[in-house]
Protein backbone atom coordinates (compact mmCIF):
# COMPACT_ATOMS: atom_id res chain seq x y z
CA UNK A 1 0.00 0.00 0.00
CA UNK A 2 1.41 3.56 -0.82
CA UNK A 3 1.86 5.73 2.14
CA UNK A 4 -0.15 8.84 2.19
CA UNK A 5 -0.08 12.21 3.76
CA UNK A 6 -3.34 12.82 5.83
CA UNK A 7 -4.48 16.85 6.49
CA UNK A 8 -5.21 17.27 9.78
CA UNK A 9 -8.15 20.13 9.36
CA UNK A 10 -11.77 19.76 10.75
CA UNK A 11 -13.42 18.44 7.91
CA UNK A 12 -16.67 17.96 7.57
CA UNK A 13 -17.53 14.30 7.58
CA UNK A 14 -18.04 13.76 4.24
CA UNK A 15 -14.81 15.27 2.83
CA UNK A 16 -11.99 13.02 1.61
CA UNK A 17 -8.02 14.26 1.03
CA UNK A 18 -4.71 13.13 0.95
CA UNK A 19 -1.39 13.22 -0.67
CA UNK A 20 0.73 10.58 -1.92
CA UNK A 21 4.96 10.42 -1.10
CA UNK A 22 7.06 8.46 -2.95
CA UNK A 23 6.26 5.60 -1.00
CA UNK A 24 5.07 2.18 -1.92
CA UNK A 25 4.73 1.43 -5.53
CA UNK A 26 6.65 -0.25 -8.04
CA UNK A 27 9.14 1.97 -9.70
CA UNK A 28 12.76 1.88 -9.96
CA UNK A 29 15.97 4.13 -9.66
CA UNK A 30 15.27 8.10 -9.50
CA UNK A 31 11.34 7.11 -9.96
CA UNK A 32 11.84 4.94 -6.82
CA UNK A 33 8.70 4.11 -6.24
CA UNK A 34 5.77 5.73 -6.55
CA UNK A 35 5.75 7.97 -9.48
CA UNK A 36 2.45 9.50 -10.70
CA UNK A 37 3.86 11.89 -13.14
CA UNK A 38 3.83 10.62 -17.12
CA UNK A 39 6.44 12.36 -19.20
CA UNK A 40 8.81 12.02 -16.43
CA UNK A 41 11.28 9.25 -18.04
CA UNK A 42 10.02 6.52 -15.92
CA UNK A 43 8.63 3.32 -17.74
CA UNK A 44 4.77 4.06 -18.97
CA UNK A 45 3.97 0.59 -17.23
CA UNK A 46 5.75 1.23 -13.95
CA UNK A 47 3.33 4.70 -14.08
CA UNK A 48 0.81 2.49 -15.00
CA UNK A 49 0.33 0.24 -12.04
CA UNK A 50 1.12 3.23 -9.74
CA UNK A 51 -1.39 5.02 -10.93
CA UNK A 52 -4.03 2.09 -10.98
CA UNK A 53 -3.32 1.64 -6.99
CA UNK A 54 -3.90 5.60 -6.58
CA UNK A 55 -7.19 4.91 -8.35
CA UNK A 56 -8.08 2.07 -6.19
CA UNK A 57 -8.09 4.12 -3.60
CA UNK A 58 -10.59 6.92 -5.19
CA UNK A 59 -14.51 7.25 -5.52
CA UNK A 60 -13.91 7.80 -9.62
CA UNK A 61 -11.25 8.75 -11.85
CA UNK A 62 -8.59 11.45 -10.35
CA UNK A 63 -9.49 13.97 -12.64
CA UNK A 64 -6.15 14.69 -13.54
CA UNK A 65 -5.12 18.01 -15.39
CA UNK A 66 -2.63 19.58 -17.71
CA UNK A 67 -0.67 21.73 -15.73
CA UNK A 68 1.10 24.36 -17.29
CA UNK A 69 2.14 27.15 -14.23
CA UNK A 70 -0.96 29.14 -14.87
CA UNK A 71 -4.14 30.58 -13.21
CA UNK A 72 -6.71 28.49 -14.70
CA UNK A 73 -9.46 26.60 -12.53
CA UNK A 74 -11.52 23.97 -14.40
CA UNK A 75 -14.47 22.45 -13.20
CA UNK A 76 -14.38 18.47 -12.54
CA UNK A 77 -17.52 17.44 -13.94
CA UNK A 78 -16.98 19.08 -17.46
CA UNK A 79 -14.19 16.67 -18.80
CA UNK A 80 -12.91 13.28 -19.04
CA UNK A 81 -9.52 11.53 -18.88
CA UNK A 82 -9.15 11.57 -22.44
CA UNK A 83 -9.28 15.19 -22.81
CA UNK A 84 -7.59 16.67 -19.87
CA UNK A 85 -7.82 20.73 -19.55
CA UNK A 86 -5.29 22.95 -19.41
CA UNK A 87 -5.73 24.15 -15.88
CA UNK A 88 -3.81 24.35 -12.45
CA UNK A 89 -6.28 24.29 -10.20
CA UNK A 90 -9.88 21.95 -10.03
CA UNK A 91 -12.88 22.93 -8.39
CA UNK A 92 -16.18 20.29 -8.04
CA UNK A 93 -19.34 20.34 -6.32
CA UNK A 94 -20.72 17.28 -6.36
CA UNK A 95 -19.98 14.29 -4.70
CA UNK A 96 -17.87 11.26 -6.14
CA UNK A 97 -15.47 13.37 -8.46
CA UNK A 98 -11.52 13.88 -7.43
CA UNK A 99 -10.05 17.21 -7.83
CA UNK A 100 -6.09 16.09 -8.31
CA UNK A 101 -2.39 18.12 -8.74
CA UNK A 102 0.46 16.77 -9.56
CA UNK A 103 3.85 18.34 -7.82
CA UNK A 104 7.22 17.58 -6.89
CA UNK A 105 8.07 21.11 -5.10
CA UNK A 106 5.66 22.76 -6.11
CA UNK A 107 2.85 23.12 -3.58
CA UNK A 108 -0.80 21.39 -3.79
CA UNK A 109 -3.32 23.50 -1.97
CA UNK A 110 -6.70 21.64 -0.91
CA UNK A 111 -9.75 23.74 -0.27
CA UNK A 112 -13.33 22.87 1.51
CA UNK A 113 -15.93 25.00 2.47
CA UNK A 114 -17.32 23.58 6.41
CA UNK A 115 -20.63 22.51 5.38
CA UNK A 116 -19.36 19.71 2.50
CA UNK A 117 -20.71 21.61 -0.39
CA UNK A 118 -17.55 22.06 -2.45
CA UNK A 119 -13.96 21.10 -2.76
CA UNK A 120 -11.17 22.22 -4.96
CA UNK A 121 -7.23 21.45 -5.61
CA UNK A 122 -4.55 24.00 -6.60
CA UNK A 123 -1.41 23.50 -7.95
CA UNK A 124 0.68 26.68 -6.61
CA UNK A 125 4.62 26.86 -7.57
CA UNK A 126 6.04 30.46 -7.73
CA UNK A 127 4.47 31.47 -10.95
CA UNK A 128 1.36 30.40 -10.26
CA UNK A 129 1.34 31.73 -6.44
CA UNK A 130 2.51 35.31 -8.24
CA UNK A 131 -0.23 34.65 -11.01
CA UNK A 132 -3.40 34.48 -8.60
CA UNK A 133 -4.03 30.76 -8.90
CA UNK A 134 -5.27 30.48 -5.25
CA UNK A 135 -7.79 33.38 -5.91
CA UNK A 136 -9.07 31.95 -8.72
CA UNK A 137 -9.97 28.76 -7.10
CA UNK A 138 -11.35 30.68 -4.23
CA UNK A 139 -13.41 32.76 -6.84
CA UNK A 140 -14.13 29.41 -8.78
CA UNK A 141 -15.40 27.89 -5.50
CA UNK A 142 -18.07 30.45 -5.39
CA UNK A 143 -19.00 31.00 -2.06
CA UNK A 144 -17.91 33.23 0.97
CA UNK A 145 -14.60 32.91 0.74
CA UNK A 146 -14.86 32.53 4.93
CA UNK A 147 -16.88 29.70 4.81
CA UNK A 148 -13.65 27.89 3.16
CA UNK A 149 -10.65 26.12 4.95
CA UNK A 150 -7.40 25.06 3.11
CA UNK A 151 -4.94 22.81 3.46
CA UNK A 152 -1.00 23.55 2.10
CA UNK A 153 0.52 20.37 1.25
CA UNK A 154 3.88 19.16 1.08
CA UNK A 155 5.81 21.55 -1.28
CA UNK A 156 10.26 22.73 -1.07
CA UNK A 157 10.37 24.41 2.09
CA UNK A 158 12.00 27.76 3.21
CA UNK A 159 15.39 26.75 3.85
CA UNK A 160 15.92 25.13 0.13
CA UNK A 161 13.78 27.42 -1.94
CA UNK A 162 16.83 29.40 -3.64
CA UNK A 163 15.26 32.11 -6.18
CA UNK A 164 16.55 34.89 -8.38
CA UNK A 165 15.23 38.49 -7.84
CA UNK A 166 12.88 37.78 -11.00
CA UNK A 167 10.88 35.89 -8.20
CA UNK A 168 10.99 38.68 -5.78
CA UNK A 169 10.07 40.92 -8.07
CA UNK A 170 7.05 39.19 -9.91
CA UNK A 171 5.36 39.04 -6.79
CA UNK A 172 6.51 42.89 -5.85
CA UNK A 173 4.52 43.72 -9.24
CA UNK A 174 1.12 42.41 -8.19
CA UNK A 175 1.30 43.65 -4.72
CA UNK A 176 1.88 46.83 -6.32
CA UNK A 177 -0.10 46.70 -8.60
CA UNK A 178 -2.79 46.21 -6.02
CA UNK A 179 -3.38 42.74 -7.20
CA UNK A 180 -1.29 41.61 -3.85
CA UNK A 181 -0.43 38.19 -2.08
CA UNK A 182 -1.93 38.94 0.80
CA UNK A 183 -3.98 41.91 2.87
CA UNK A 184 -3.16 45.35 1.00
CA UNK A 185 -0.61 45.92 4.41
CA UNK A 186 1.35 42.79 3.91
CA UNK A 187 4.72 43.19 1.77
CA UNK A 188 5.46 40.08 0.24
CA UNK A 189 9.06 40.46 0.31
CA UNK A 190 9.03 39.17 4.12
CA UNK A 191 8.64 35.90 2.85
CA UNK A 192 12.38 36.12 1.09
CA UNK A 193 15.52 36.36 3.20
CA UNK A 194 19.15 36.74 1.48
CA UNK A 195 20.90 33.63 0.10
CA UNK A 196 24.29 33.33 -0.69
CA UNK A 197 25.65 35.15 -4.00
CA UNK A 198 25.36 33.27 -7.05
CA UNK A 199 28.96 32.50 -9.08
CA UNK A 200 27.72 35.00 -11.26
CA UNK A 201 27.45 37.92 -8.86
CA UNK A 202 23.47 37.79 -8.74
CA UNK A 203 21.16 38.56 -5.70
CA UNK A 204 19.73 34.83 -4.64
CA UNK A 205 16.78 34.98 -1.96
CA UNK A 206 15.33 31.80 0.05
CA UNK A 207 11.83 31.74 -0.99
CA UNK A 208 8.95 30.72 1.44
CA UNK A 209 6.09 29.85 -0.71
CA UNK A 210 3.91 28.60 2.41
CA UNK A 211 4.26 32.10 3.91
CA UNK A 212 3.54 33.37 0.53
CA UNK A 213 0.28 31.26 0.55
CA UNK A 214 -0.72 31.93 3.70
CA UNK A 215 -0.85 35.63 3.09
CA UNK A 216 -2.45 34.96 -0.37
CA UNK A 217 -5.68 33.58 1.06
CA UNK A 218 -5.40 35.64 3.96
CA UNK A 219 -6.33 38.41 0.84
CA UNK A 220 -8.98 36.37 -0.45
CA UNK A 221 -10.81 35.66 2.47
CA UNK A 222 -9.98 32.65 3.64
CA UNK A 223 -9.26 33.04 7.17
CA UNK A 224 -8.66 29.05 7.88
CA UNK A 225 -5.53 27.50 7.03
CA UNK A 226 -3.79 24.39 7.85
CA UNK A 227 -0.72 22.26 6.87
CA UNK A 228 2.47 23.41 6.22
CA UNK A 229 6.18 22.50 7.63
CA UNK A 230 7.20 20.21 4.88
CA UNK A 231 9.97 20.28 2.79
CA UNK A 232 10.15 17.83 -0.32
CA UNK A 233 13.59 18.85 -0.93
CA UNK A 234 15.08 17.89 2.27
CA UNK A 235 12.88 14.49 3.44
CA UNK A 236 14.29 12.54 0.47
CA UNK A 237 13.34 9.50 1.72
CA UNK A 238 9.79 10.98 1.81
CA UNK A 239 9.34 12.92 -1.08
CA UNK A 240 10.26 13.39 -5.16
CA UNK A 241 11.68 16.88 -5.43
CA UNK A 242 12.59 18.13 -9.03
CA UNK A 243 14.87 20.86 -7.33
CA UNK A 244 17.10 18.28 -5.67
CA UNK A 245 17.10 15.33 -8.25
CA UNK A 246 15.72 17.01 -11.91
CA UNK A 247 15.52 13.47 -12.94
CA UNK A 248 12.24 12.27 -10.57
CA UNK A 249 8.88 11.73 -10.08
CA UNK A 250 5.57 13.46 -9.35
CA UNK A 251 3.30 12.91 -6.35
CA UNK A 252 -0.23 13.55 -6.44
CA UNK A 253 -2.90 15.53 -3.72
CA UNK A 254 -6.46 15.02 -4.16
CA UNK A 255 -9.73 15.76 -2.80
CA UNK A 256 -13.56 15.08 -3.03
CA UNK A 257 -16.72 14.36 -1.41
CA UNK A 258 -18.08 11.68 -0.20
CA UNK A 259 -20.71 10.16 -2.04
CA UNK A 260 -23.72 8.92 0.58
CA UNK A 261 -22.93 12.13 2.36
CA UNK A 262 -21.65 10.83 6.32
CA UNK A 263 -18.76 9.09 7.03
Not at 59 to 73: A, M, S, T
Not at 115 to 129: I, K, P
Not at 219 to 243: I, L, M, W
Request: net charge negative; charged share 25%; aromatic share 10%.
Amino acid sequence: MFRRVRPKWPRPDNVRAFATTRVGGVGTGPFESFNLGRGCGDDEAVVAENRARFCAALPGPPGWVHQVHGIDVARREHFTADSPPRADAVVVFEPGWPCTVMTADCLPVLFCDVDGTRVGAAHAGWRGLAGGVLQATVDALDCEPASLMAWLGPAIGPAAFEVGDDVLEAFEARATAGLGSGPADVDPARHFRPAPTGDDGRRKWWCDLYGLARDTLAGAGVEHVFGGGYCTYTERERFFSYRRDGVTGRMAATIWLKPGGNH
